[in-house]
């Protein structure tokens, strides 16, 4: 089974700032990892996903994540917070073999002006 | 592309009642998955479709919930009798696998059962 771990439901930053959030895996065959955003009484947008080919990614908005093996790690980075940035951020793990992804529990990101 | 379509975008029923959520996947999408979201529990995955054909059903909560997709551009879930405990966000989404594996989400269906 695959599952993942978001460390901290809550991340305040100031404008400006670098962004971090962080993600753990745990998986028995090599994953697939995406970060999906959600801004308040949306949907669910991508933002950047790793499928085994380059381990840094880059996605929309000036976001980027790293995979690494050795730490079992997908954290996702952003060098300086805009305000449009604040929403909720989800790290999700989808296994070979399996469609549907399972998702963490979720990160707020607060950026302070 | 208008997206994933869902209805209605709010509904408020009272314990007892029978609810119905719609969903219109991408066109040309061949995976359709059913989510929930809660304060306590998070996103959850119920229920996904390929080809129209359930696939994976196991995170369905109990009997009372049932999901079918009798075409490739229609899908409902529905909670018969519905509970107030099933009050929460149902978001429908859709991928394609042969070119992504992005799944794309609907704007979601906020359920409250008084």
């Known amino acids: 089974a695959q599952s993942v771990t978001q460390l901290g439901s809550h991340v305040s930053v100031s404008e400006g700032a670098l962004v971090l959030l962080r993600c753990n895996y745990s998986?028995?065959?090599?994953?697939?990892l995406f970060w999906y955003v959600q801004y308040p009484n949306q949907g669910l947008q991508l933002l950047l996903k790793y499928t085994s080919a380059a381990t840094l990614v880059k996605g929309i908005n000036g976001f980027e994540a790293e995979f690494k093996k050795s730490e079992t790690s997908f954290h996702l980075t952003k060098p300086s917070a805009h305000m449009s940035d604040a929403a909720e951020y989800f790290c999700a793990i989808r296994g070979t073999g399996r469609r549907a992804l399972t998702f963490g529990s979720g990160t707020r990101l607060q950026v302070q002006p | 592309d208008a997206g994933v379509i869902q209805s209605p975008r709010h509904e408020v029923t009272e314990m007892g009642q029978e609810v119905t959520l719609r969903c219109k996947p991408i066109?040309?999408?061949?995976?359709l998955f059913w989510y929930r979201q809660t304060m306590m529990r998070g996103l959850e995955l119920l229920i996904y479709f390929n080809n129209n054909v359930p696939i994976d059903d196991s995170g369905m909560p109990e009997d009372r919930f049932s999901a079918k997709m009798p075409n490739a551009s229609f899908s409902t879930l529905k909670i018969q009798p519905s509970e107030p405990r099933d009050s929460a966000v149902y978001f429908c989404?859709?991928?394609?696998?042969?070119?992504?594996?992005?799944?794309?989400f609907g704007p979601g269906t906020r359920l409250t059962v008084l």
């Open positions: 989404a859709s991928t394609q696998r042969q070119y992504t594996d992005t799944q794309y």
């Open positions: 066109s040309g999408h061949d995976y």
């Open positions: 998986s028995s065959v090599p994953p697939y």
